[in-house]
């Protein structure tokens, strides 16, 4: 597995906003959009390319277009639908997945409880994103849920893990192709699985409790 934290004052910037807990949802929202196109050009560093020839009004030259099948990205329902619009605009030819998951508050134990993504994944680079990688369970479910359908490589976009969560994802994915790119890397879990310092509940601060 591969993780790469973000080290740039812009993010952290961004971070220490959103993370404020008198910032209200409408700032929340726009500016998870905006990190999440900082965090998005790191996290596509290897979207796969070919080679593809044009011609400027000078030249002819060779460039590279974005390979096929088309890149598949997928919010994790509710809290990384906030996310979706800022990756879509870096790579806004990129197919659009949704797997709905909800973790259970008291087991941590993550659900799924919505899917609607292609039945067949083979050879398909999916991105899936989701701001808080705290135990790592939800993460695990939905890049598990990925490779059963045939994905090759799954990178995930998180405004902030855990060392605790990143642990956990590493055990269970060994030898497969996982990228986890992050806003932070926070101080720890706590004991009722939040992460500290945080932001809170992503989705309630998106969206409001439901
Ligand atoms: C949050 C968050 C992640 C999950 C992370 O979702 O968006 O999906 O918790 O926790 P984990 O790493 O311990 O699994 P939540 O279950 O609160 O659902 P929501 O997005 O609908 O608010
Ligand atoms: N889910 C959240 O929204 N926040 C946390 O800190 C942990 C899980």
């Known amino acids: ?39 998005a050009y790191e996290a596509t560093r290897n979207v796969r390319t070919e080679p593809l020839e044009i011609e400027t009004p000078v030249a002819v030259t060779t460039g590279l277009a974005i390979s096929s099948p088309r890149p598949l990205v997928v919010p994790i329902l509710r809290a990384g639908l906030g996310m979706l619009e800022g990756m879509v605009k870096l790579i806004p030819t990129a197919e659009v997945g949704f797997l709905g998951m909800v973790r259970n508050e008291e087991t941590l134990e993550p659900h799924i409880y919505a899917e609607r993504l292609p039945d067949d994944l083979s050879n ?81 601060r998106l969206y409001g409790s439901v």
Not at 4 to 15: E, F, G, N, S, W
Not at 18 to 24: A, F, G
Not at 144 to 162: I, N, W
């Open 1 to 39: 597995m591969r993780v790469h934290v973000a080290d740039h004052p812009l993010i952290t910037h961004k971070l220490t906003v959103l993370r404020d807990k008198n910032t209200p949802s409408p700032t929340f929202r726009a500016l998870t959009e905006e990190l999440v196109t900082l965090l």
């Open 124 to 204: 398909r680079q999916c991105f899936v994103l989701d701001p808080m990688l705290a135990t790592g369970g939800s993460l695990i479910a939905a890049i598990q849920y990925l490779f059963d359908r045939g994905a090759v490589d799954v990178t995930a976009v998180c405004l902030l893990g855990t060392p605790e969560g990143l642990a956990s994802v590493d055990a269970a994915t060994t030898g497969r192709e996982v990228t986890i790119v992050l806003g932070a890397l926070d101080e720890r879990l706590n004991e009722v699985g939040y992460i500290v310092p945080g932001l809170g509940d992503a989705g309630d």
